[in-house]
């Protein structure tokens, strides 16, 4: 009855056990540790970079595990693994009905009927006039004459205190095609007004990120001759009509000796713009023809061949645009009627695109 207990061996490797896995969880939780929940600045640095290390290493292995693989299957003969597409805002936007499709017949009617028809047969030419706002700034008309050299066939006029109706008068009387209007607010151009002759429509855009080309780093200075046009991304009813308004301002026969481009880039519904020269390059790259890095033996000689690169060099300026309203007809704030006007309420979702 008095006598003492033996204590079992197993008890004590158990225990033993315990304080292990115990031990290993502690470890775990710390390792998992955000560096948001640490105090010390010094530290929480010092986990940061940690973390944003092992992530860059993980990132490596994976490419370098990806760039196995497809190596692999191309030694077999198999065909390799189908590249990643990355989800982006742009390819998960929301189902729009307005997007147009290339076997659609009403919309290369339309097309047939609009304002722009004319100027883009070619039946028309292109006359722009610009102007500003009443008031002007030092900035303002120095953006205008990098306009005048963007489009070609286009006039300042001052505006002086004539009202904006007296002045499409005037443009419908001397045959202009399109009225272009810089607005300045605080001495910085901050819209752009573009109205279509006779017709309309008359788009209002909010101008942002304004690069003169002064201010552009090894900017280039463009020639006379007529630009080529590229458009991005314009894939909706509304972009599609503000796409053929933008493409209205430029001659259709662009002078290819000039290699001059100027592209309009729309993305999330903000319209880039950028000038640029180009030139093609034929530059030699060398190939060797020894296979596999420890043939120490054999030397490879080396092929030149001749690969065509295009180099850039932008002439400026450059900005950034956002459409405000498209109004039917030429300019009138009290009886227009808008075919489409930028709400706050419309922002309900970041992968919701009108253009």
Not at 28 to 38: A, G, T, V
Not at 51 to 62: C, E, I, N, V
Request: proline content about 5%.
């Amino acid at each position: 009855m008095g006598g003492k207990r033996k204590d079992d061996g197993s008890e004590g490797v158990e225990g033993e056990e315990d304080s292990n896995t115990s031990y290993k969880k502690m470890k775990k939780e710390k390792r998992e540790i955000l560096p948001s929940s640490i105090k010390n600045k010094e530290k929480r640095s010092a986990v940061h970079a940690k973390l944003k290390h092992q992530k860059k290493l993980d990132k490596r292995k994976k490419l370098k595990a990806r760039d196995a693989a497809a190596k692999r299957a191309l030694e077999l003969g198999e065909e390799p693994p189908a590249k990643l597409i990355p989800r982006t805002i742009e390819n998960t936007r929301e189902a729009d009905e307005t997007v147009c499709m290339p076997d659609d017949e009403e919309l290369f009617a339309g097309n047939d009927a609009d304002e722009f028809s004319a100027i883009l047969k070619q039946d028309r030419t292109p006359k722009i006039l610009i102007t500003t706002c009443r008031f002007n700034s030092t900035r303002g008309p120095a953006f205008i004459n990098e306009l005048l050299s963007v489009i070609p066939n286009a006039h300042y006029y001052k505006r002086g205190t004539y009202d904006l109706k007296k002045i499409v008068e005037y443009a419908n009387n001397k045959e202009f095609t399109s009225i272009v209007v810089v607005h300045i607010n605080r001495r910085e151009p901050d819209a752009l007004l573009i109205i279509g002759l006779p017709d309309g429509p008359t788009a209002h855009f909010k101008l942002s990120s304004l690069v003169l080309r002064k201010d552009i780093k090894n900017h280039g200075n463009p020639t006379s001759h007529e630009p080529e046009l590229v458009l991005n991304n314009f894939t909706t009813r509304l972009g599609h009509r503000v796409g053929r308004l933008i493409q209205s301002l430029f001659p259709q026969s662009p002078n290819f000796r000039g290699r001059r481009v100027v592209t309009f880039h729309n993305q999330r519904d903000f319209i880039f713009f950028r000038h640029h020269r180009y030139i093609f390059e034929a530059k030699e790259t060398k190939q060797s023809d020894s296979i596999g890095k420890n043939a120490k033996d054999t030397k490879g000689e080396g092929i030149s061949k001749e690969k065509v690169i295009a180099r850039l060099q932008e002439c400026g300026p450059r900005f950034t645009l956002k459409l405000v309203s498209l109004q039917h007809g030429t300019f009138d704030t009290k009886g227009g009627e808008y075919e489409w006007v930028h709400k706050p309420e419309m922002d309900t979702s970041r992968r919701r695109f009108f253009l």
